[in-house]
């Protein structure tokens, strides 16, 4: 059983700024790619930054310059610093982990299966 906890989420001003977190739990061998996707109200999940096990990076053009996401592997923990925030980024947030499992019993005993968070409500209005 694995578990992805989102904290951070939050009302804020224009112009404000607010740090994302989602911890990963439960039965893991290993963590591949993390990231952080956002779904507005009558639109699709989109990809807001993704981050690699050895941290290279990838935006939204929406946000690029503004955001920023890491993570720290001996938590099993990924971040997003949101800066600058615009009305347009009010979304539900979403983090996504791929993760690696191990199974001595299967002929391939390593392999990856894909979690989703329960998403955290981020508004930003005046």
């Known amino acids: 059983q694995v578990q992805l906890v989102e904290s951070g989420g939050g009302l804020v001003q224009p112009g404000g700024s607010l740090r994302l977190s989602c911890a990963v739990s439960?039965?893991?061998?290993?963590?591949?790619?993390m990231g952080w996707y956002r779904q507005a109200p009558g639109k699709q999940r989109d990809l807001v930054a993704s981050i690699t096990r050895d941290s290279s990076t990838n935006y939204a053009d929406s946000v690029k310059g503004r955001f920023t996401i890491s993570r720290d592997n001996a938590k099993n923990t990924v971040y997003l610093q949101m800066n600058s925030l615009k009305p347009e980024d009010t979304a539900v947030y979403y983090c996504?982990?791929?993760?690696?499992?191990?199974?001595?019993?299967?002929?391939?005993?390593?392999?990856?299966?894909?979690?989703w968070g329960q998403g955290t409500q981020v508004t930003v209005s005046s």
């Open positions: 996504n982990a791929e993760v690696v499992h191990y199974n001595s019993a299967n002929p391939a005993p390593l392999y990856e299966r894909n979690y």
């Open positions: 439960g039965s893991i061998f290993g963590i591949n790619a």
